[in-house]
């Protein structure tokens, strides 16, 4: 397996695998987004690659992807489109700014289902994790995603957002070594 870090629009070549990867992942359960979704992370992904601090980490198996992840710096003002103002309500505008804004934000995680627990996910993790501006990374995925709940969790990555009662909503993490996460 190799691991190979791209930064800014050197992704673009890919755009055809990562949608593979993309549609097999996200189009099964917890997810079941279909080729709509797919597209749509293909438009944002494009304009995704121009932003600070974009960068992916793909995984392959010979010439086939296997998974990857994509992280960018997290703008100031806070983005107020998809999940965002759900994030923001729940930490408050102070918080929002001073944890989300210029961290790292993981985009997304996708591992083929032939290739998990073997380590990829967290290789993928690492390595745009890497590149993270003062150890300072973020990521939200949703409550009804428990496997991906659970794989931040063993991980280290602190829950800062907790979800409505009724089980709906957004889980945000904070990166282990997250400025904000108290030293032990």
Known sequence: MRTVLLCGREVLPHTAALRGVYA???GAAPWHEGDTYADAF?????????????????????????????????????????????????????????????????????VRAEARGRGLGTALLDAVISKAPDDSAWLMTSVRAPQAVGFYRHLGWRQIVHPAPEGRG?????????????SD
Do not use: K, N
């Open 24 to 26: 097999e992942v996200f």
């Open 42 to 110: 293909l438009s944002r992904l494009e304009g995704h690659a121009d932003r600070a601090g974009f960068h992916a980490a793909l995984a392959f198996g010979g010439q086939r992807l296997l998974g990857f992840c994509t992280a960018r710096v997290t703008p100031a003002p806070f983005p107020g489109d998809r999940c965002y103002p759900q994030v923001a309500a729940a930490l408050g505008p102070e918080l929002t700014g001073s944890w989300l804004c210029g961290s790292q934000e993981i985009d997304e995680l996708a």
């Open 170 to 182: 957004m889980a945000v993490f904070l990166a282990p070594r997250h400025p904000a996460i108290p």
